[in-house]
């Protein structure tokens, strides 16, 4: 099962296909700027094979965004994170450069939202950012999120959490 398509953009499956533009997106310092650091080739296989996992065990992960014709755009979906050491479900998002500013992360986050809504067992969907990307938390905000602890990862690296009832 997959969210809905929007007016832009439908959502499919990664697939080991898609390591050529992963690989690009997740190793892009741009688009990682927030992260400790781009990911390598390998770990993009790596991050393939996790959202694989996720789908096998919960029906969802996070799923290849695409324009109508074809396009990629970057990935978005649902995954199970820890918080304060409590499992919650994140909706998660990374967009390529050419992408960004558009509107495509709201437009996506939005039918993950709808997706978490109607086909999770979850009480409450959270977007777990870093403190300096404003851009990504003014996409949880547009989807109806609101600030609700700072928190940190691990590894120790500072982020904020915001969150709403599903």
Known sequence: M????????????????????????????EVMRFYPAPKTREQAAAWIDWNQRNYAEHGYGLWIIETHAGDFVGDCGLTWQEVSGVRKLEVGYHVTSPWQGRGVATEAATACRDFAR???????LVAIIHPDNRASE?????????????????????????????
């Open 118 to 124: 109607e086909h999770v067992d979850a009480r409450e």
């Open 2 to 29: 997959l969210p809905r398509d929007t007016a832009r953009l439908r959502f499919r499956q990664m697939t080991p296909a898609d390591l050529d533009a992963m690989a690009g997106l997740l190793g892009d310092p």
């Open 138 to 166: 003014r996409v949880a905000e547009k989807i109806g999120m609101h600030r609700v602890e700072d928190d940190q990862s691990r590894s120790g690296s500072r982020r904020i959490v915001l969150s709403m009832t599903l």
